[in-house]
């Protein structure tokens, strides 16, 4: 079973298949009140579980590409709702048997709820074991949101300075909204300093690309850089090494293979590529922290900046 379809004909089959639904999973970069406004009353007499997944940056809601009314209406109705800040997949799951996949997001706009919609297309499959795992990912990477931490995520968006550069409105405070602890190859540079990946204008809230998009002023670039899952993780491996010898190339190649949860997992080659662009990064943008230094003809090796 399979096929493209349009949203209007998506939001039909999901109008009948939805109320009679046990579980629901939805992953949507963006969602808004119309399409959870639209939701709540499919599942009010069934009472399935119902698990969100969004992308909720800061600048998705003063955009007003989601809403945190949406969202505070979903925690009170029972659903549970997470932040992946660099989301960018629409799935919609039902029970272990259906899922619809495509450019459609939770919003009025994306399922043809309001006159003036977008065009969208997805696919419907079956859904088998393989994409399921992929899906149950995504959401045991994302992090829970409360009525407590979407009133955080209020003020803190209250307080941002109107003239804030963009790149400073992708990413919450660690207080306001950690990190996920979950490593994939997109949270890596996926090119060279100073060049700009396919992947980045798909997806601008990847850190990669919001570091790039700030590039011309370094400072800034520094700060989102020293700020980067990747940064911050291969740092943790320089700062923690209890061995007390420098670490290769090859060390922490290996450390990353087994830290990254991408499925299936990422070949070796492009590991050691990503591993690459991020060494010349730290090059650019941190070697005030970190220093690489090849010894005699041996390969790259890391360490902290002596003081």
């Not at 399922?111 to 088998?128: I, R």
């Not at 400073?168 to 890596?188: A, C, G, I, R």
């Not at 591993?275 to 943008?285: D, E, F, G, H, R």
């Not at 390969?299 to 902290?304: P, T, Y």
Request: charged residues 25%.
């Amino acid at each position: 079973m399979s096929g493209l379809i349009s949203n209007r004909e998506l939001t039909k089959e999901l109008e009948t298949i939805i109320p009679n639904c046990k579980s629901l999973k939805i992953i949507s970069a963006f969602m808004t009140q119309p399409a959870t406004c639209w939701l709540s009353q499919l599942v009010g007499g069934n009472r399935p579980s119902v698990k969100l997944v969004g992308r909720f940056t800061p600048l998705d809601f003063i955009q007003g590409s989601s809403d945190l009314g949406a969202l505070r209406d979903c925690i009170a109705q029972g659903f549970q709702v997470k932040a992946l800040t660099n989301l960018h997949a629409k799935i919609f799951q039902i029970d272990e048997e259906t899922i619809f996949s495509g450019s459609a997001n939770l919003t009025g706009k994306g399922l043809a709820l309001v006159n003036d919609c977008n065009v969208e297309a997805c696919n419907k499959v079956q859904a088998s074991s393989s994409s399921k795992e992929f899906i149950n990912k995504i959401i045991n990477s994302a992090s829970e949101l409360t009525l407590e931490i979407i009133d955080e995520m209020e003020q803190y968006i209250q307080s941002i300075d109107a003239t804030c550069k963009p790149e400073l409105q992708m990413t919450w405070p660690e207080h306001v909204l950690p990190q996920s602890k979950e490593l994939f190859v997109s949270d890596f540079p996926l090119v060279k300093p100073g060049h700009f990946a396919k992947e980045y204008e798909f997806n601008p809230s990847l850190q990669f690309a919001q570091i790039e998009n700030a590039r011309e002023d370094k400072e800034v670039a520094s700060m989102l850089f020293k700020q980067s899952k990747a940064y911050r993780w291969l740092k943790s491996q320089v700062y923690n090494n209890l061995g007390g010898r420098d670490l290769g190339f090859g060390q922490i190649s290996r450390l990353l293979h087994d830290a990254l949860s991408d499925d299936p997992a990422p070949y070796r080659k492009e590991i050691k590529e990503i591993q690459a662009n991020l060494y010349l990064y730290i090059k650019t943008y941190a070697s005030d922290e970190l220093e690489i230094l090849i010894p005699g003809k041996r390969s790259e090796v890391l360490r902290k900046v002596r003081d």
